[in-house]
């Protein structure tokens, strides 16, 4: 049972466009959903984060967008960089000690010059 | 500040045999995470510890075992690798009461 779905799973994006990366999730008690981005040959580092009392949060050229009703949130990467070129995961947990973060699968963007 | 370090980086296993992957934090973070990661797969549980002498099971515990002695150190065991266990292994940790993990750069393992 897939917890946090993931889509696309491979993004192509010119450079200067908008990337765009969905996830759903099913369990109504997570209430707190990161973005992880990864590098090749690297560990997932934290990008940003949002909880569900808010629909939206910003970041430089990153934002989520939360839909709470519909169990979706999306990561909006404006103006996408080679830089960007990277797997992007995002994750849902509850917050509560004995619990771990449920990740999606991942999207492998790639951003061309 | 090391943060976690992943030991060792790589390692090739012929299936039968055993090994053990080292995970040590040195930001007295009381939970800690075993992860592997498989293309297209994403990023499951194995075993994590929510503090020193305590483990417990993830999504895909089968065929590992852990443990946590220390609360700086998290041990990642194969008793008898299978090709099905050739995967990237990501350690991570989080201090209790945050919600972000800080990775390991991981460990690949080769089941041959």
């Known amino acids: 049972q897939q917890q946090v779905k993931q889509s696309p799973q491979s993004l192509i994006v010119q450079k200067g466009g908008i990337s765009i990366i969905n996830c759903a999730y099913e369990?109504?008690?997570?209430?707190?959903f990161p973005w992880y981005q990864q590098f090749p040959g690297k560990g997932p580092a934290l990008l940003i984060a949002i909880r569900p009392d808010v629909s939206e949060k910003k970041e430089g050229r990153f934002t989520i967008s939360f839909n709470k009703s519909a169990k979706q949130f999306s990561l909006h990467i404006m103006d996408s960089q080679p830089g960007d070129s990277a797997t992007y995961f995002c994750?849902?947990?509850?917050?509560?000690?004995?619990?771990?973060?449920?990740f999606g699968k991942g999207t492998t963007l790639s951003v061309s010059s | 500040n090391a943060g976690v370090t992943q030991t060792p980086k790589f390692r090739v296993l012929k299936t039968g045999q055993s090994m053990t992957l080292l995970c040590a934090q040195d930001m007295n973070h009381e939970y800690m995470y075993w992860y592997r990661q498989d293309p297209g797969m994403g990023l499951r549980l194995i075993h994590y510890?929510?503090?020193?002498?305590?483990?417990a099971k993830g999504e895909v515990p089968d065929g590992y075992n852990v443990s946590r002695l220390k609360k700086q150190n998290f041990l990642l065991g194969l008793e008898s690798a299978a090709p099905s266990q050739t995967s990237v292994y990501f350690c991570?940790?989080?201090?209790?009461?945050?919600?972000?993990?800080?990775f390991g750069s991981g460990t690949r393992l080769t089941v041959v």
């Open positions: 991570a940790s989080m201090m209790h009461g945050q919600e972000d993990y800080t």
């Open positions: 994750a849902a947990l509850i917050n509560q000690a004995g619990t771990a973060l449920i």
């Open positions: 510890s929510v503090g020193e002498g305590t483990t």
């Open positions: 369990n109504t008690a997570f209430d707190y």
